[in-house]
Nanobody
Framework: QVQLVESGGGLVQAGGSLRLSCAPSGRTETTFAMGWFRQAPGKEREFVAAIGRGSGTTYYADSVKGRFTISRDIAKNMVALQMNSLKPEDTAVYYC????????????????WGQGTQVTVSS
């Protein structure tokens, strides 16, 4: 069982930056892929970014590529999502998720989820 705790959401103006953090309850870097998903009101949960187990290959949705960066701090046992050049359409609840094995961008494949953190981008 893996428990995930997110932090770092908030309100920011368009063009600004936020950094989200996700702290898993155990060591995950060698066996778990970690992902960030988001869900806006009235919309389905969508993939944002992920980092694979082991070598830590990163993956991004086209909508955030070049603006968001996912990283893993092994020493702190934490996964971060640096979000730059934020747009109003990035407004959503952001969730950290974990799954054993290889990365996949399908939320249904992730059994472990954090509680979510709200990100609001004003225009």
């Amino acid at each position: 069982q893996v428990q995930l705790v997110e932090s770092g959401g908030g309100l920011v103006q368009a063009g600004g930056s936020l950094r989200l953090s996700c702290a898993p309850s155990g060591r995950t870097e060698t066996t778990f892929a970690m992902g960030w998903f988001r869900q806006a009101p009235g919309k389905e949960r969508e993939f944002v970014a992920a980092i694979g187990r082991g070598s830590g290959t990163t993956y991004y949705a086209d909508s955030v590529k070049g603006r968001f960066t996912i990283s893993r701090d092994i020493a702190k046992n934490m996964v971060a999502l640096q979000m730059n050049s934020l747009k109003p359409e990035d407004t959503a609840v952001y969730y950290c998720a974990a799954k054993s094995g290889a990365y996949i961008n399908d939320a249904r494949s992730y059994p472990y989820w954090g509680q979510g953190t709200q990100v609001t981008v004003s225009s």
